[in-house]
């Protein structure tokens, strides 16, 4: 019988190349994200309305996912929000948007999906992080807080959860083009008065082009999907080209100043 996977943020980007990699690979799909407005169907995969960022919207979630395939064999947490902006000039909504999504939005899926897996006595969770969740970098300040504390809440989990028979995997991807830049927020405080403001169109235009030249997201989807395959699920597949690589590297290897400076550098500071 196939392996049923549930995801969050399957509508675009990669979470919607991860779902197609997964159902060419044999597994049961069913996907969420706000835009399934209803109930539907879209190339085999059974698409579900979900926000997590709401308790209520993630119960009905569940409960509907629940008649449909029984409980799950895996969930994929793929649902991402990334604000642009200055550290210091976040406002508290903007900066809790990105936390109720990236960070909340998980916490709340593991506490619904979490119970199911136990009950079988397995299950699988797949989280993506980022390179951001290992390092940070200028104009990415709540995304770089939210994806490290996914990484410190997972570790944790990862331990906690082991003598139930489940298995945490945490994605963490470099730059893809995943189309997804384009459709980027931008600090609502980021106006041409912004002391911030010429370091920051500076900063911008490097992190869009390195998303526009970024890896191929089909090549992710196949990537967790092989992953998934696995008898053992790797507690972590760092996917990023080698210059992503090495910047994970020297962050652990450099004296702090020296890394800050090497980043800064780079995104013309
Ligand atoms: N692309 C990259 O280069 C890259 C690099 C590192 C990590 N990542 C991570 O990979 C994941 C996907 O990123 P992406 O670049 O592919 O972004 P994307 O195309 O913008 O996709 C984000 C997905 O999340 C869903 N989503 C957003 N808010 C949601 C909510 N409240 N409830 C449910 N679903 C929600 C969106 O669907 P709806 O709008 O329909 O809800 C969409 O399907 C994110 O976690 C991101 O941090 C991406």
Redesign the pocket.
């Known amino acids: 019988m196939s392996k049923k996977v549930w995801i ?9 190349h991860t779902a197609q990699a997964l159902r060419e690979a044999g597994f049961t799909v069913v996907a ?5 407005a209803d109930e539907t169907r879209r190339q085999d995969a059974l698409c579900l309305p ?5 308790e209520e919207s993630v119960q009905a979630f569940v409960e509907k996912a629940l008649t449909l395939t029984g409980a799950p064999d895996v969930l994929v947490h ?5 604000n642009l902006g200055a550290c210091e000039c976040y406002g508290d909504a903007e900066i809790r948007l990105v936390m ?3 960070f909340f ?1 998980l916490t709340r899926m593991v506490r619904h999906v979490l119970p199911l897996m136990r009950e079988k006595g397995k299950g699988r969770l797949v989280a ?5 969740g290992l390092l940070g970098i200028p104009w990415e300040g709540a ?1 770089c807080a939210s ?1 490290h504390a996914m990484e410190g809440y997972l570790e944790c989990l990862r331990m906690e959860s082991a003598p139930f028979g489940i298995e945490v995997m945490v994605v ?9 830049s384009q ?1 980027r927020r931008h600090g609502e405080n980021m106006h041409k008065d912004n002391p911030y403001y010429e370091r920051y169109q500076k900063g911008i235009r490097v992190i869009a082009h390195d ?1 526009e030249n ?1 890896s191929d ?1 089909k090549k992710l989807g196949k990537k967790v999907a092989r992953a998934l395959r696995k008898k053992h699920l790797p507690c972590k597949l760092l996917i990023a080209k080698w210059d992503q690589r090495l910047a994970v590297m020297l962050h652990d290897a450099l004296p702090v100043r020296w890394f800050s400076r090497f980043i800064s550098m780079y995104y013309k500071q």
Do not use: W
């Not at 979900?50 to 709401?54: E, G, H, S």
């Open positions: 969050t943020g399957a509508s675009s980007g990669l979470g919607l969420g994200a706000r835009s399934y979900l926000d997590v960022t709401n793929c649902a991402g929000v990334l109720e999504t990236n939005g993506f992080s980022s390179i951001n995304y994806k963490e991807p470099g730059d893809h083009s995943s189309g997804s459709y998303e970024g997201p």
